[in-house]
């Protein structure tokens, strides 16, 4: 008989009263389980779609009481068999109002939250060697959860690859620094979140072969701050042969330093004197919600002024700064790709309507180079605005950025990069309206591309009809999966489909998803002005408060 092990006897009573129901039962049971792995035997549930689920399964012990703020530490083996049947508590954070954009559905939350989902294909066993594609989700490092149904990964699985996801720890208790955790731990502190996904790879790496996945073909991705954690990964020695390729969505910044290890501590400090804490341990006796209550959140509809964490400059996950890691040629060597959505960049062009208000506000960004910007971005009527707009933004931002990780992964490394633009605006349901968008303006915004890539476009439409999605949109997802799950298993994304060519120096090319898929080629005269005179920034236009960024 099954036993049902401890861990979810601890957390039964909060993940079945919010659950979705599905996710509580186990329809099929995984012919051959259980799996061994680190901990312990696990069984999972077939899913409709024949693919083989294995939700909530715990990858490091739970960072409560004295592991609060501590590195993450292996699970206590259990008795039995863990049956991985439901997804686990999202990271303690704040929750989100149901009229948003990316709600999708109520989850649980709790400090107990470091658990790992893997779906595979309905063929896998432990001998089929597919690749394996990793998730790691944003949300400004203060929101964010693998149990979204924005993230799930039955698709994926469905054509061709094993997906994981898994959650880290966020906000305070993701990455607070202090003065005594740096004594406690021999020199180092903060990065928890981090030091989180680290863990999470390296369990994948030990046990994803057991599940149909090849170690060898592990790509892992991220969106957003996902990205930026996907770029602390790349950049750290704790994470080194852990993956084989490294995927940027929205984002791919290689120079930006995390906050020096001194500096983060005063923070701590700080946050330790609003909690009215004497200790170390009086910190980690304070419930959660007092924690999550002087934390600063400016997403999901909040406005909260508070406590901000980030990464740290700790000499540990991060030893040092990212030009020093480049320069001794220790950042881990893998092919990147690097994107932009192509709608979100901003600046004070695209808030002009006619052509007059348009040259003036380029003479205010450019001053005696605004000639030369009206030369290479010319308007004619005021109609030509919003476009040409959208491309001087992206070409300062999004398309710049990617171009200068392309410069310096050709510069440090041995491996290519790939560039990519997705530009294809979401089918929104006529008349539909959402709290945090305008679906008349937004076009292609930040984190639109994730659906398409894992063929969740359907989460949109679970409680009320907020897309219509066509069947070029269907096609376009799995062409854009096809070239993930490409990537992963060769390192290199082009497909039949997807003719996706390397960057150079000398061939400055990139993909643009939309309907149709295209090739493009950066401007370098546009991109050479740019980078010599790089505006300044601008506020976004107007747009409804607390936009989230996952």
Known sequence: MRKTSFLIAALAAS?????????????????????????GQVAG?????GVKAYFGVPFAAAPVRELRWKEPQAPKPWKGVYNADRKMPECIQ????????????????????????????????????????????????????????????????????????????????????????????????????????????????????????????????????????????TFSPLSKGLFRGAVM???????????????????????????????????????????????????????????????????????????????????????????????EGSNALKQTKTVAEYKAAAATMFGAAADEFLKLYPVAADADIPRMAQEAANDAGGLASSCACAKLQAQYNKSATYIMVYARKHPYAPGVKIADQDPVTIGAYHTSEVPYFFGTQDAFN????????????????????????????????ATPDVKWPAWSAQNQQYMSFNIPITVEKVNTPRMDFMNAHRPAAAPPAPRPTGFPRD
């Open 249 to 343: 969505w929205s984002t791919c910044n290689w120079t930006g330093d995390n906050t020096p290890l001194a500096e983060a501590e005063k923070t701590g400090v700080e946050i330790q004197k609003a909690l009215k804490a004497e200790t170390l341990e009086d910190m980690r006796n304070v419930p959660a919600d007092r924690i999550l209550a002087i934390q600063g959140e400016n997403q999901v509809g909040l406005s909260i002024t508070g406590f901000r964490t980030g990464g740290v400059l700790d000499g540990y996950f991060m030893p040092k700064k990212k030009a020093d890691i480049l320069a001794a040629h220790e950042i881990n060597d893998v092919p990147i790709i690097a994107s932009y959505t192509h709608d």
């Open 45 to 49: 549930k077939v899913l409709a779609s």
């Open 15 to 39: 993940a079945l009263f919010l659950a979705p129901a599905g996710s509580q039962i186990v329809e099929t049971k995984v012919p051959g389980d259980p799996v061994a792995v680190d901990g």
């Open 94 to 233: 704040v929750l989100r109002p149901h009229n948003i954009n990316h709600y999708f559905g109520e989850e649980a939350t709790s400090e107990d939250c470091l658990y790992m989902n893997v779906w595979a294909p309905p063929g896998a066993t432990a001998t089929s060697k597919l690749p394996v594609i990793v998730f790691i989700y944003g949300g400004g490092g203060t929101i964010g959860s693998s149990g979204s149904a924005l993230y799930d990964g039955e698709q994926v699985a469905t054509r061709g690859a094993v997906f994981v996801n898994f959650n880290y720890r966020v906000g305070i208790f993701g990455f607070m620094a202090h003065p005594d955790l740096t004594k406690e731990a021999g020199g180092h502190s903060g990065n928890y979140g981090y030091l989180d996904q680290s863990f999470a790879l390296k369990w994948i790496n030990r046990n994803i072969a057991k599940f149909g996945g090849d170690p060898t073909k592990v790509v892992i991705s991220g969106q957003s701050a996902g990205a930026g954690s996907v770029i602390q990964q």
């Open 462 to 493: 679970l409680f009320r009809p907020t897309r219509a999605w066509t069947p070029a949109d269907r096609d376009l997802s799995q062409k854009m999966t096809a070239s993930l799950i490409a990537f992963a298993n060769t390192g290199n994304p």
